[in-house]
């Protein structure tokens, strides 16, 4: 029995021994693992998340991901490369929730290691001047949370608004919101943290992970008492990521055991291998083909919030009725959105500011876009599968809105019919019920399809009759839902209604309800209107557009227009010019946004391809696409009245918007009569304004005779002989050229910039209609020519002393004056100078003559009086900014300001002098901010804003000035190209001799090897103008051309005028208009025929013979019997 058990016990504790080629069967390979989960409670999908993930990462070894417990994930890598490409990529979002991950070490169990660190990049923001260092940065990083790494970017470059650190943050805990920062010499800089990708936080205790909704003590705690710590603004702009499926690096689970090199990847990327030769993992992995909806893996809530944003693009949505943002946003009205899908299409017609998500699962079914709560106008009741608010009126009264989604399932509608009598018995104020109530009230409610069943009808009407409520009429297309659409099982239903009550009703009498009509999605948004406002548009007048002044035609246009119209006046050749710049305006300046378009579509297309032509077309592209653009800038900058930088500024999007406030801002919707009582456009509105300005410039028994008599007169006899002078035309001249070319226009709709750059060909007719005015206007004797006004004022009479003051004063700073008036630099930097000099800078000391109760210190030192010399030269901080630039600060005792800047000007250059200006303007600035914003005095911010300010202005304006846009032709090939294959290309010029009483012109075809088959010369001995001339030659090619029986020709001229006068589609009766319109008619009768422009270096052939028209005129030539002195330049364009 002993030996028995004795057997037994050897048995228990025997051992059974592995052979080591058996290999290691272990499903995980860790040492290539992450082990990670999101920042979120909800549950998330794990077939979802490996086909999001894989799609991200993209590793070519394949992936295998393993759900280790709810929201807790294992990912398996097979190579160290794709393990460390998704470490350093981080941080990584799956449904806008972040990942949290570790790497998991040899041997350790990835159920137990914390996963609470989150890598993030920070921006910081106000960071100032000689805060802005390594150092610091970390020290930063680290009060956040841990240092990573900073951006290799940071310190490169001219100016960056902000600098970023990678750091690791523990997402437990608060986030940080800013950090003082202060120096040993007491400087102090307070930096603003941004975070990049911050997902979702809580309002209230700044933890990641969660909103302000599912706050731990909300439930616990009064609401007053509650405050909000935390905003939107510790997140950075974001950035998207395209979703796409991963199926092609997902694999199976069973590990690959390879040797660990540190060579490449495998090159077999994408192959899903199971080496077990096992299917258990394929179910999980779809093929991206058998993925049906996108919506499916990526869930997410889908209720939306209209905002009231100024900055929605005044755009229609796209199909349907014109409904604009613009009416929706200021007329606080409802818009019913029916799922994130057709919010997209929503957002492309409103915009994407206009259009909000809304955090609450809760309301994720209803999809109501709805008014913001930002502005206060109403009050939220109840959010329980239903949105239920108090709205404010204008005049403060409230009424009810409730949104509602209806039980889809028939057998379960009687549960929206219980739901609205419920919500009938809560309030009786005025009510109104939108949304997708999935219920209808007749059968012409349906189309297609079988009947409604009747006791589905007579139960929504009996629910209606019993809260009172009735349908609101909806305008447009009767149906809201639709299925099927063009077969036989087309349904279409109006499931999308408004229900209002009579109280209602009677406060909104003029609400409409209408459908929108758009989209991809089988709904259609309805659009709610309480109040309708009838906007009133006047009739649009002739305006004349800057933008048209770069393109040559323009000017030629002008030019036919004052030549046919000789024998009418002034107004008449301008009423000429108004109808046909009309006409021919609206193809340049019509549609900038299809034209721009077009631009980028042509050069997306050509920009892969290398041969010459694709690179000169794209060349070309490129070019009409600058062109657009800086047409577009000058379009906006003109009706955007800032002048500030004078066309400097190159932000077409910030004038469109300084432009459409100006609109909104000079708009009139009601005004008050003398009654006292609000009439608007509809009632008698222009009445009031007329009535207005009626008897505004008129007077009743006014006898100003006496008065006039007693006034003694001041202004000296010789001074009354200069202002009495007759107009002259350089005083003409003088008066226009003042004006800046953008200032608005005058009732003729011109500008001033159309006067200014046509006026060779105005200057007569304006000048004598001017002149007339002045000899025989009835404004004679009271009119002031000083003013735009007509009216006498006290500051145009000293700007004309001033400039007269030389004749009979001896002024001692007269050089100093002229010196300062004449400096380029912004007008605002030497009146500012200006009143230094004449002490009316308002500084404490000026203050307290006025007797005002301040304190005379200088409010950057606090140590001596604040006089003018005191703030701008020779206080102890301004002297640091002196210094900084190296100009002396020293001054004679009892010296005035004036006195320091007439010496300073006397020995130094112009452009010392503008720095001695800018520097002024800018200490007086500083010292205004630190007055009124209390932001500190720091000298070397002040001395690098001056000058960099200064370095704009100069850059603008020796920039092109898209007021005055220089007539430069494109920017095409410098050298002639030849034709293709069986193509013929011909050069055409003209040249004027020197005479002036005749031209030449100059014809040459070419083949594809660039050599010569036949040139023509034409010598005629007419007096034309240079642009009459190269059309002229135009005409002579066309007719040429009907001789030979080419199969392609292409014809090249360098007058740009010329070519867009034959592509534009406007009728001019001049001489050159009659030549262009025999080039049009020829055109027509032609085929196979371009007419394009080159510059002048790729058409030199032609040119010389043009020139060589007057030595051999009307003479045609071949290859054998050209002129020899032509032959060179020939042979320099032969291809070899």
């Not at 100006?662 to 003398?674: A, C, E, G, P, Y």
């Not at 200006?917 to 005095?937: D, E, M, Q, T």
């Not at 005479?995 to 030449?1000: A, E, H, K, Q, T």
């Not at 790729?1098 to 020899?1124: I, Q």
Request: with cysteine; net charge neutral; hydrophobic share 35%.
């Amino acid at each position: 029995m002993s030996d028995n058990e004795n057997v037994l016990f050897e048995e228990d504790v025997d051992r059974l021994v592995l052979d080591d080629d058996d290999g290691d069967l272990s499903e995980i390979d860790d040492r290539w693992c992450l082990v990670g989960r999101f920042l979120t409670k909800r549950s998330i999908d794990c077939q979802a998340i490996q086909h999001r993930m894989a799609s991200l990462w993209q590793p070519n070894r394949g992936l295998y991901v393993k759900e280790l417990d709810p929201n807790h994930f294992l990912f398996q890598f097979y190579h160290e490369i794709g393990i460390t490409r998704v470490i350093d990529g981080s941080p990584w979002t799956f449904d806008r929730v972040p990942l949290i991950f570790e790497r998991v070490k040899p041997g350790e169990n990835p159920r137990q290691i914390s996963l609470t660190r989150l890598d993030v990049w920070i921006q910081c923001h106000d960071m100032k001047t000689g805060f802005m260092s390594e150092n610091t940065l970390k020290h930063m990083a680290n009060y956040i949370g841990t240092f990573m790494k900073s951006d290799p970017n940071n310190f490169t470059g001219v100016w960056r608004d902000y600098l970023r650190v990678r750091t690791t943050i523990n997402v437990e805990k608060p986030l940080k919101k800013k950090m003082t920062l202060e120096r040993k010499n007491g400087q102090t800089c307070t930096v603003q943290f941004k975070y990049e990708d911050l997902p979702t936080f809580c309002f209230i205790c700044g933890v990641l992970g969660h909103s302000k909704w599912f706050y731990d003590r909300l439930f616990d705690t009064l609401a007053k008492v509650i405050k909000k710590m935390f905003d939107l603004s510790l997140k950075a702009a974001p950035r998207r990521r395209q979703h796409t499926i991963g199926s092609p690096w997902l694999r199976s689970g069973a590990s690959y055991r390879g040797p660990v090199t540190g060579g490449g990847e495998s090159s077999q990327a994408g192959v899903s291998r199971n080496f077990n030769g096992e299917e258990s993992n394929q179910g999980l992995i779809a093929n991206l083909h058998n993925i049906g909806n996108p919506q499916q893996l990526i869930r997410g809530d889908v209720s939306h919030l209209l905002e009231k944003d100024p900055k929605a693009k005044d755009k229609s949505i796209q199909g349907g009725n014109d409904v604009a943002s613009e009416d929706i946003l200021s007329n606080n009205a409802l818009l019913v959105v029916e799922n994130k899908r057709r919010r997209t299409d929503v957002e492309k017609g409103l915009g994407e500011s206009v259009v909000d998500q809304m955090d609450g699962s809760n309301l994720s079914s209803i999809g109501l876009g709805r008014i913001s709560n930002d502005n206060g106008i109403f009050e939220m009741l109840d959010q329980d599968n239903h949105i239920d608010m108090k709205v404010a009126t204008l005049d403060g009264s409230w009424w009810r809105l409730t949104g509602v989604y209806g039980e889809p399932n028939r057998n379960e509608r009687e549960q929206t019919w219980t739901l609205l009598k419920t919500l009938t018995r809560n309030s009786t104020l005025p009510w109104c019920v939108i949304g997708d109530l999935n219920n209808v009230l007749s059968q012409e409610d349906k189309k297609g399809g079988r009947p409604y069943p009747q006791w589905l009808l007579q139960g929504f009407q009996s629910c209606l009759d019993e809260c009172g409520l009735e349908d609101l009429e909806l305008l447009g297309y009767p149906f809201t839902w639709e299925r099927a659409r063009g077969t036989r099982e087309w349904i279409e239903v109006r499931l999308d209604r408004a229900l209002v009550t009579n109280s209602w009703r009677t406060l909104f009498l003029e609400a409409c309800l209408t459908n929108l009509e758009a989209s991809t999605s089988d709904h259609c948004p309805i659009f709610l209107e309480p109040i309708v406002r009838v906007s009133f548009r006047t009739p649009r007048r002739f305006r004349f557009e800057n933008a048209w002044l770069s393109e040559p035609m323009c000017y030629q246009l002008v030019q036919d227009c004052w030549d046919t119209q000789s024998n009418d006046s002034t107004s008449g050749k301008i009423s000429m010019c108004v109808e046909v710049l009309g006409r021919w305006g609206k193809e340049i300046t019509g549609d900038f946004k299809s034209r721009i378009k077009q631009c980028k579509t042509t050069m997306s297309i050509l920009k892969p391809k290398m041969d010459a032509e694709s690179v000169k077309q794209y060349a070309e592209a490129r070019n009409r696409l600058f062109e657009v653009l800086e047409q577009q800038e000058t379009f906006w900058k003109q009706r955007a009245k800032q002048f500030w930088l004078k066309g400097g500024d190159k932000n077409s999007k910030y004038f469109h918007k300084t432009a459409s406030s100006r609109k909104q801002h000079n708009t009139i919707l009601q005004l008050k009569d003398d009654h006292g009582t609000w009439v608007d456009w509809n009632n008698r509105l222009a009445n009031v304004i007329n009535s207005y300005y009626t008897s505004l410039f008129a007077t009743a028994n006014t006898h100003c005779q006496e008065v006039i008599d007693s006034v003694s007169a001041i202004v000296p006899s010789h001074a009354n002989e200069e202002l009495s002078k007759p107009v002259s035309e350089e005083g003409v001249r003088k008066a226009v050229f003042q004006m800046h070319p953008d200032k608005s226009p005058g009732p003729d709709g011109m500008t001033p910039a159309f006067y200014q750059k046509c006026w060779q060909i105005v200057k007569r007719d304006v000048t004598r209609t001017v002149q007339h005015f002045f000899e025989h206007g009835v404004l004679e004797d009271g009119f002031w020519s000083k003013e735009n006004s007509s009216t006498f004022s006290v500051k145009s009479a000293y700007a004309v002393l001033q400039k007269l003051k030389g004749n009979w004063f001896d002024d001692a700073g007269d050089v100093f004056w002229r010196k300062l008036w004449q400096l380029k630099l912004p007008s605002k930097m030497q009146n500012l100078v200006w009143r230094a000099c004449n002490n009316c800078l308002s500084t404490v000391v000026q203050l307290r003559t006025k007797r005002v109760d301040v304190s005379p210190l200088c409010p950057i030192c606090h140590n001596e009086h604040e006089t003018i010399l005191h703030a701008l030269v020779t206080c102890r901080e301004v002297r640091k900014c002196w210094d900084r630039v190296g100009f002396g600060t020293s001054v004679t005792p009892g010296a005035s300001f004036f006195d320091w800047c007439s010496v300073a000007f006397r020995n130094n250059s112009a452009t010392v002098n503008c720095r001695i200006v800018v520097v002024c303007w800018a200490v007086w600035g500083a010292r205004n901010n630190l007055v009124w914003n209390k932001k500190p005095f720091i000298f070397e911010d002040v001395v690098a804003y001056a000058f960099r300010y200064l370095d704009q202005w100069k850059s603008a304006q020796v920039s092109s000035n898209s007021s005055w846009p220089i007539l430069t032709a494109a920017d095409v090939g410098e050298q002639w190209t030849p034709p293709d294959g069986t193509s013929v290309k011909i050069n055409v010029d003209a040249a004027i001799f020197n005479d002036g009483r005749s031209f030449g012109l100059g014809m040459v075809a070419r083949n594809s090897d660039g050599l010569l088959i036949e040139g023509r010369m034409k010598y005629t001995a007419v007096q034309v103008e240079v642009a009459v001339a190269e059309a002229i030659g135009i005409r002579e090619v066309l007719s040429w051309l009907k001789e030979n029986q080419w199969p392609q020709v292409y014809i090249e001229t360098d007058s740009l005028c010329v070519v867009q006068a034959i592509h534009s589609s406007i009728d001019m009766i001049s001489l050159f208009g009659s030549v262009i319109q025999d080039c049009k008619t020829m055109l027509a009768s032609l085929n196979n025929v371009v007419v394009s422009f080159v510059k002048r270096s790729a058409n030199v052939v032609a040119h010389k013979f043009a020139r060589a028209a007057r030595l051999y005129p009307d003479c045609t030539c071949s290859l054998e019997t050209v002129p020899t002195e032509l032959l060179p330049c020939l042979v320099a364009d032969v291809r070899v």
